[in-house]
């Protein structure tokens, strides 16, 4: 079946530098990935939806600028948290649509838990 | 921000025996509804896309129904055992997936 690979499974950075979170689709072709934020003991929040080749779609209130999205080719979107701050805490995670919009199920990767000391 | 509700929270199973749990969302507008489910280290698995009011989807001992028309669905696990523990989600449809926050299902042996 699709399999979307996610890397780092979990990273340690300090404050101020800034993480870069992979996300390839291994065995399709994904033109549209998502990248969602969970809280502990939230539900997962869509942060934004990226389009290959083409700008990031942000959901409000996230900082584009803070969190910059590149989907450069078909099997590869990236997530970067600039400069991060503790409260950038969290788990990323990502997910792409294998086609037929809405309708069909999602295929996810394994997230990234992020922690900024 | 769309209110997509699960409960309980979590629930703890005996191994044999049959458990089941709620998502709710908006019944106004609706195109789907998605169920996922997620062990831990691993990713989400897609379990069930299910459209239409009505709906009776089943995988294996796992089941859901939905009701479009009040705004639920429930998904059912019949004769639970320990590789059933996961947390469940659901999602409801429209541009994006809106989730719930998950019931953590655990199967005692």
């Known amino acids: 079946g699709a399999v979307v690979s996610q890397h780092p499974s979990r990273v340690i950075c300090k404050s101020g530098t800034s993480v870069k979170i992979e996300c390839r689709s291994l065995d399709f072709q994904a033109t549209t990935m998502f990248w969602y934020r969970q809280f502990p003991k939230q539900s997962l929040m869509l942060m934004a939806t990226s389009n290959e080749g083409s700008k990031a779609t942000y959901e409000q209130g996230v900082e584009k600028d803070k969190f910059l999205i590149n989907h450069a080719s078909l099997t590869l979107s990236t997530l970067t948290v600039t400069s991060a701050h503790p409260e950038d805490s969290s788990f990323y995670i990502c997910s792409a649509s294998l086609g037929g919009g809405s309708g069909y199920g999602y295929t996810f990767g394994s997230g990234t838990r992020l922690t900024v000391v | ?109």
């Open chain 2, 1 to 109: 921000i769309l209110n997509v509700e699960q409960s309980p929270q979590s629930l703890h199973v005996q191994e044999g025996d049959s458990t089941n749990f709620t998502c709710s969302f908006p019944s106004s507008n609706f195109y789907a509804l998605h169920w996922y489910r997620w062990e831990t280290a691993k990713s989400p698995e897609a379990l069930f896309v299910m459209t239409l009011n009505g709906d009776e989807k089943k995988k294996g001992r796992i089941s859901a129904t939905l009701n479009t028309k009040e705004g639920y669905s429930y998904l059912y696990i019949k004769g639970s055992q320990p590789e059933d523990s996961a947390t469940y989600l659901c999602a409801f449809v429209d541009y994006k997936l809106s989730f719930g926050a998950g019931t953590t299902v655990t199967v005692r042996a």
